[in-house]
Structures are given as C-alpha cells and as structure tokens.
C-alpha cells in the first residue's frame, strides 16, 4: 500500500529565503507526483506535475524534483515571500487508475 | 471555461438525514474524483469516474456512501444516514483522460463542500 510522507510538517521562515519541502512514498511504481498548494478554507492549486520519467520540473521560483528509485521528491521554492504562505501538498498517482495518494502536507509561513 | 464548481459549499446537517453533493467538472474533462479532507486522515481518495463508468470505488468508506455521474458531467455524491464521523470537506477534482482511460494529466479541484454532521 502506498504511504506518502511530507516532512517537515510545519515550516516557518524569513521573507527572502529559499526553502525545500520533502515527500517520500513508499512504493517506487508511481506513474506521476503532483505538488499542490491551499490555502485555509479553499480547494488544492495545482504548482506542479512530473511524469515518472521526468527528473524535475520548473515553474517560475518553484523547482521540483522527482528521484523515483529512492522515493523522494522536493519542491523548492526560491526568494520566498508572504504570499506563498499556505500548506503545500504531494500527491502520487499510481500506475492503475487516476486516484492520487497524498501526504499530510506541509505548512509554510513566510514572515515579512 | 470557468474552473471546478461544488455545491453547496457548506452543508449542517442532522445526525441521519441524507446529504447530497454535487460537482460540475471543467467542461470537456472526462475523468471526475471525489476527495474526503479531514482533520484526522488528511486527504482520501473516494470514487473516480471515467466517463459515466466508475471503475475505481475502493476508497468509498462504506455502503451509505454513493456517487453518480450523468451525460459525463455533472456528479452527485450521495451521503445517506450521515454519522459524525463524515464531517469533513469533500473534494471534487477532474481532468482530462486520453483515449484509454488512462489520466497523465493535472487534476484540477473545487473549492469543496464543508458537511457539518450535528
């Protein structure tokens, strides 16, 4: 069965820094990992998709990484400001059917 | 067009009564989930629809628990003699599936509905 993990589970850091969040999951046969982001009383915001056979994908300051083999995956995200303040989310899709599996997440504040 | 709708956004409800909700996909997205988001156990998969068919059901927590999904659209899903423990909000998200069945793509949520089980 697939686990997915999100370490740390809550972050907190000065404005400007750049920071890394982790996911792992447990079982390498994933066919893509998705990174999401929400904020308190609202739906998921996709940031992110890499396929199983990509290594990492860029979206303006957001970098993913994918290491299949080992079962992690992190999202870094440069120059950070308040407004990326929000719980930030890793979900797996296996190789049957669509359903993502997602880790607990983690909530990053970013202080002015 | 316009994103993922859900309806209602909140939802009070008795201990016992049934509850319907409902989700409106992105126009032209043939795949369709449902999510459950609780304090307790996160984010859990439901049902997912590939057109009006439901091959994956496994995460429906039990047998008062169904969806449908009418014209590849819009889906209900459907609560009866609610509990407690089904307070949560429930997630809708869709995307596009190729040919197959098989979705490569971004899943895209709703805003979610907020049940309240008193």
């Known amino acids: 069965k697939q686990e997915v993990t999100q370490i740390p589970a809550a972050l907190s850091v000065p404005e400007g820094e750049n920071l890394v969040l982790n996911c792992s999951f447990t079982?390498?046969?994933?066919?893509?990992l998705q990174w999401f982001r929400q904020d308190p009383g609202k739906g998921l915001t996709s940031l992110l998709l890499i396929q199983s056979s990509q290594r990492e994908q860029t979206s303006g300051r957001l970098n993913a990484s994918l290491d299949k083999s080992s079962g992690r995956s992190t999202l870094y995200i440069a120059a950070s400001q308040p407004g990326d303040s929000a719980t930030y989310l890793c979900a797996v899709r296996g190789n049957q059917g669509g359903k993502l599996i997602f880790g607990q997440g983690t909530e990053l504040s970013v202080k002015p | 067009g316009a994103g993922v709708s859900q309806s209602p956004s909140n939802k009070v409800t008795e201990k016992g009564k049934d509850v319907e909700l409902r989700c409106d996909p992105i126009s032209g997205h043939t795949a369709l989930y449902w999510y459950r988001q609780s304090l307790g156990q996160g984010l859990e998969f439901l049902i997912y629809f590939q057109g009006n068919s439901a091959p994956d059901k496994s995460g429906l927590p039990s047998d008062r628990f169904s969806a449908e999904r009418t014209g590849g659209s819009v889906s209900t899903l459907t609560i009866q003699r609610t509990q407690q423990e089904d307070s949560a909000v429930y997630l809708c998200?869709?995307?596009?599936?190729?040919?197959?069945?098989?979705?490569?793509?971004?899943?895209?949520f709703g805003p979610g509905t907020r049940l309240t089980v008193l």
């Open positions: 079982d390498s046969a994933i066919y893509n």
């Open positions: 998200a869709s995307s596009w599936a190729l040919a197959g069945g098989l979705n490569t793509d971004t899943q895209y």
